[in-house]
């Protein structure tokens, strides 16, 4: 036998309700003390100083390989034709990109320069190495506003 539910429709309204004024709740909380939440769950001071330490480790490896000539045979580095990638523009990815004659990423593009002017070998877009240089190239333009397919 089936046990029917005291409240009822009603009650399930009045649940329904409740819970959407508490997420509610906790979405104005956390926009006024600035707590930041990823998957439901704060992160606090310290796991914050520890993604940016990581995140640091990574530009700095970055900038080691964009200026190293190890990357390619030709002798060159990335910085020979790109000056602490201040033209690479890596905010305006995914775009048009006239010597692939597609819309390429930011990586497919670093790959294309790897190959083509320093004559290396490409890096696997989950590489160490690409996420590094990837890293570096977008954090010398931070702040800059998105511009995807912009030329």
């Not at 956390?30 to 992160?43: D, E, K, L, R, S």
């Not at 606090?44 to 480790?57: H, I, N, R, T, V």
């Not at 775009?95 to 696997?124: F, H, S």
Request: net charge positive; hydrophobic share 35%; proline share 5%.
């Amino acid at each position: 036998m089936i046990k029917r539910d005291k409240g009822g429709i009603g009650m399930t309204i009045k649940k329904g309700i409740l819970t959407s004024l508490c997420i509610t709740a906790l979405i104005v909380f956390a926009g006024y003390t600035g707590i930041v939440f990823a998957h439901g769950q704060p992160h606090s001071a310290q796991d914050l100083k520890l993604f940016e330490m990581a995140y640091q480790k990574a530009v700095d490896q970055g900038y080691k390989i964009f200026h190293d000539a190890k990357l390619g045979t030709t002798g060159q580095s990335c910085d020979m034709c790109h000056p602490d990638a201040a033209n690479t523009h890596p905010e305006t990815y995914p775009k048009y990109q006239t010597q692939i004659k597609k819309v390429i990423g930011l990586r497919d593009m670093i790959n294309w320069c790897i190959l083509n002017p320093l004559k290396g070998k490409e890096l696997a877009p989950d590489s160490e190495e690409m996420i590094a240089l990837e890293a570096y190239i977008t954090n010398q333009r931070k702040g800059t506003p998105l511009a995807p397919g912009k030329h």
